[in-house]
């Protein structure tokens, strides 16, 4: 597929975008062919692994993977159909534990020659000033520094498990900490959940008073990249 992307654009190398473990998928691309990227940017992307993960699969293993397979099956079946039935949940939650995620990490590391970019998300409408902070983040991420985002109901229960407390919650998106999301040059968060970040969920709006559009966002950050020299 880049090698397509690179033939039909002329451009010697690609940036790549990811999303979740798409960001992961991003950065394994980037380090077995360097020479044919030029950036890699992260959306909310476990860096760190998932803390979902190793709470889903400590202690009870049987029954808290059928119960994920569950939540997981219930929440994709309106984008893939009765197949999200037979995802390996089980396999999904070991790779993107923290011990896994940390041999990936060693496994295929950063290239020097790539340049990496990440952002985090954001929800349960709070504005976490502190641990989404980040000295280079661009225009288009701090004009929304005081928006909030009301996390999808389908998440809720989800987020305050990733939260850890119900006191002092760790900023999460409903899935990924934002902790877990910083990997190369921090761009911050943006106010939306794990979700809102690439609009699914049929249209779903990321919430009333929330003004992130997700389109404009991955527009912004393509205009981003250009203006770094990408």
């Known amino acids: 597929m880049i090698n397509v992307a690179l033939a039909q654009s002329g451009a010697a190398r690609v940036n790549i975008i990811g999303h979740s473990q798409g960001g992961l998928d991003a950065r394994y691309v980037a380090s077995l062919i360097p020479d044919r990227v030029g950036a890699v940017v992260t959306v909310s992307t476990p860096h760190l692994g998932a803390h979902i993960a190793d709470v889903l ?13 569950a939540f997981f099956a219930a929440i994709s079946r309106p984008f893939y159909g009765d197949v999200a039935q037979d995802a390996d949940v089980n396999a999904c939650l070991e790779f993107l534990s923290t011990d896994s995620i940390t041999a990936f990490n060693t496994k295929y590391p950063d290239r020097p020659e790539v340049t ?3 952002f985090g998300g954001r929800s349960s409408s709070a504005l976490a000033p502190t641990e989404c902070f ?8 701090t004009k929304l520094d005081q928006s909030k985002d009301p996390v999808d109901p389908l998440l809720y229960v989800v987020s305050k498990v990733v939260g850890q407390s119900l006191l002092d919650p760790e900023p999460n998106d409903g ?4 902790s877990k999301t910083k990997w190369g040059t921090w761009l ?8 809102d970040e690439v609009g699914q969920l049929l ?13 404009a966002f991955y527009r912004d950050v393509a ?3 250009v203006s770094q020299g990408f």
């Open 57 to 69: 699969l400590q202690k009870t293993p049987g029954l808290s993977q059928e119960l994920a397979k």
């Open 223 to 225: 205009k981003f990249l």
């Open 175 to 178: 899935l990924v900490q934002v």
């Open 188 to 195: 911050g968060c943006i106010p939306a959940d794990h979700w």
């Open 134 to 141: 980040a000295p280079k983040s661009p225009p288009f991420v």
């Open 203 to 215: 249209g779903d709006s990321p919430g009333i008073g929330n003004p992130f559009d997700h389109i």
């Open 116 to 118: 990496y970019y990440s």
